[in-house]
Nanobody, 124 residues
Framework: QVQLVESGGGLVQAGGSLRLSCAAA????????MGWFRQPPGKEREFVAA????????TYADSVKGRFTISRDNVKNTVFLQMNSLKPEDTAVYYC?????????????????WGQGTQVTVSS
């Protein structure tokens, strides 16, 4: 079992930055892939970014490329999502997820562990 706890959400003006954190506890996640997803108001959950814990490889949704960066801290067992140049359309509940396979996928159904979510609101 893996427990994921997100933090770092909040209210920010357009053009601003936020950094989300996802602390993983329980089983070792060294062979896992970690993902960030988001669910805008009234819309379905969508992929944002993913990172392979072992290789450090990353992948991003086109909508956030060049603005968001996913990274991990192996010592702290924590994954980060640095979000820069935020736009009102980035407003959503952001979720951290984990899957027990190092390969990077964007399909939420491939992730078996989820955090509780953290709200990010970007004002115009």
């Amino acid at each position: 079992q893996v427990q994921l706890v997100e933090s770092g959400g909040g209210l920010v003006q357009a053009g601003g930055s936020l950094r989300l954190s996802c602390a993983a506890a329980g089983r070792t996640v060294s062979s896992y892939a970690m993902g960030w997803f988001r669910q805008p108001p009234g819309k379905e959950r969508e992929f944002v970014a993913a990172i392979s814990w072992s290789t450090g490889g990353t992948t991003y949704a086109d909508s956030v490329k060049g603005r968001f960066t996913i990274s991990r801290d192996n010592v702290k067992n924590t994954v980060f999502l640095q979000m820069n140049s935020l736009k009102p359309e980035d407003t959503a509940v952001y979720y951290c997820a984990a899957r027990p396979n190092w390969s990077l996928v964007s399909d939420a159904r491939e992730y078996g562990y989820w955090g509780q979510g953290t709200q990010v609101t970007v004002s115009s």
